[in-house]
């Protein structure tokens, strides 16, 4: 496992953005890959975006076009950029590491480590 921690949440207003940043910590963090996942109240846990270590990177049907997933290895970070913020993507934002060949990218037990999370809010 890795250990991860979260920043960059807080409130904004809808059009506006944010740029979420996910420290990670272990001496395994190169070879994992970093995901996304979002969870509003009431509802499920939502898978948001991937990357691979070769670059690949998926996203959930409601990040497409306006969500940027990144990683700077140098860092030991991943970044989740958020631009064309809706109220609808007020949640509680999760960075997650899984290694690789553990399962599908969009599936969260796929992944072993967790942060703590961070919110996002939207207003309209």
């Known amino acids: 496992q890795v250990q991860l921690v979260e920043s960059g949440g807080g409130f904004v207003q809808a059009g506006g953005s944010l740029r979420l940043s996910c420290a990670a910590s272990?001496?395994?963090?190169?070879?994992?890959?970093m995901g996304w996942f979002r969870q509003a109240p009431g509802k499920e846990r939502e898978f948001v975006a991937h990357?691979?270590?070769?670059?690949?990177?998926n996203y959930g049907d409601s990040a497409k076009g306006r969500f940027t997933i990144s990683i700077d290895n140098a860092k030991n970070s991943a970044y989740l950029e958020m631009n064309s913020l809706k109220p609808e993507d007020t949640a509680v934002y999760y960075c997650?590491?899984?290694?690789?060949?553990?399962?599908?990218?969009?599936?969260?037990?796929?992944?072993?480590?967790w942060g703590q999370g961070t919110q996002v809010t939207v207003s309209s």
């Open positions: 990357i691979n270590r070769s670059g690949g990177m």
């Open positions: 997650a590491a899984r290694p690789p060949g553990s399962g599908t990218y969009f599936s969260g037990t796929a992944y072993d480590s």
């Open positions: 272990g001496r395994t963090w190169n070879s994992y890959i």
